[in-house]
């Protein structure tokens, strides 16, 4: 028998860096009336708990307590933001080993309580963790997403509308395939308001679109290294990710969002997890939207899938 899920509840599982900042998110956003927080580490989640509480009267009421599995299976939404996070000069792969290991703890114990809820999958490489939490899980794969490009696509957005000295919200533009380092920038539709983006950069007085391209490219797929380096993790960003996903799907928005989810033949892409563009609802990824790319997008997007499948196949899942 599996609990009835409550809209108004988020949990979260692993409450370091990145799930305390997207609970503090959550909590000023006002979706939710109750956020669990789950760490092995219960004192940490006991303080984040308090820590957070302590501000909401400056926001929304909400009950805000750490808890255990018992607690979570009536949530709407359970985000996993547990395991290991990239050290300076470590790529996202290279915490596969170790975080699936983590990921064979926590998936059957929420998959035996028969969960009806959503499962949305932070951890990195989130890809992959995506593509484990939905085997191990057995749920249908329009239940179990990754935050994948979002982010990505936020960076995105955000360094071009530096460039352009325009507003992000007015770039239309996004990241699609692996959240990590084959990931792929989709120049072929970007636009500003409308305008192709090429006619907006001339508009702006820039007019060298290929070094432009490849070195905003960069900027975005280097952007978690950098911020590594310097302050040793990244959380805010992607906290507000969290938020913006959980938004999403509480609200039943069927907003188009390039969440990771599962590709079963879209594109020629076939049992693998990727970010690519979908509608998501209180459905969780309810369809997929068939964007358009370029001939050589769609070669970028095929390497970045090969590149995951290698990853899954040393996999013992
Ligand atoms: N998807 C993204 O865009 C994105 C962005 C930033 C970070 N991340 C990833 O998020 C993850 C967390 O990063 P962080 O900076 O918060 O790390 P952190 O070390 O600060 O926190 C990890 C937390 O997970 C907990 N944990 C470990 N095993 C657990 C288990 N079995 N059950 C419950 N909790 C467990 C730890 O006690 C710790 O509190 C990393 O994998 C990181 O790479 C993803």
Same mark, same amino acid.
């Given at each position: ?156 957005? !955000?360094?071009? +509308? %530096?460039?352009?000295?325009? /507003? ?6 996004? $990241? @699609? *395939?692996?959240? #990590? ?80 989810? !599962?590709?079963? +033949? %879209?594109?020629?892409?076939? /049992? ?6 979908? $509608? @998501? *609802?209180?459905? #969780? ?33």
């Amino acid at each position: 028998m599996s609990k009835p899920i409550n809209d108004r509840k988020v949990a979260i599982i692993g409450c370091g860096f990145v799930g305390s900042s997207s609970a503090f998110a959550l909590m000023q956003g006002g979706l939710f009336s109750e956020i669990v927080l789950v760490d092995v580490d219960r004192n940490r989640a006991e303080g984040e708990a308090l820590d957070i509480s302590h501000g909401m009267p400056f926001a929304h009421p909400c009950k805000i307590y750490a808890g255990d599995y018992n607690d979570i299976d009536d949530a709407a939404i359970i985000v996993i933001t547990a395991g290991a996070n990239q050290k300076p000069g470590e790529t996202r792969l290279d915490l596969v080993q170790k975080n699936v290991a983590i990921f064979k703890t926590i998936i059957p114990q929420i998959s035996e309580r028969n969960y009806q809820g959503i499962i949305l999958v932070v951890s990195n490489p989130v890809d992959i963790l995506t593509y484990v939490t939905l085997k191990l899980s057995g749920m249908p794969a329009t239940r179990v997403l990754g935050s994948g490009t979002v982010l990505d696509s936020a960076r995105f957005k !955000y360094i071009l +509308g %530096e460039h352009l000295s325009v /507003d992000p919200r007015n770039v239309h533009a996004r $990241i @699609v *395939g692996e959240h #990590g380092d084959s990931e792929v920038a989709v120049w072929s539709t970007a636009n500003i308001s409308g305008i192709p983006i090429h006619d907006f950069c001339e508009l702006r007085g820039h007019y060298d679109h290929e070094a432009a391209m490849k070195r905003i490219a960069e900027d975005v797929k280097n952007s978690a290294y950098e911020i590594i380096e310097k302050k040793h993790a990244t959380y805010y960003g992607i906290a507000m990710t969290v938020k913006r996903i959980c938004e999403a799907i509480a609200r039943d928005e069927k907003t188009i969002i390039p969440v990771s989810n !599962y590709q079963n +033949g %879209e594109y020629g892409l076939d /049992d693998v997890v990727l970010s690519m563009p979908a $509608i @998501v *609802g209180r459905g #969780g990824v309810e369809y997929k939207v068939p964007a358009p790319f370029n001939a050589q997008e769609l070669a970028q997007l095929h390497e970045s899938a090969k590149t995951m499948k290698e990853v899954i196949e040393t996999l013992d899942l």
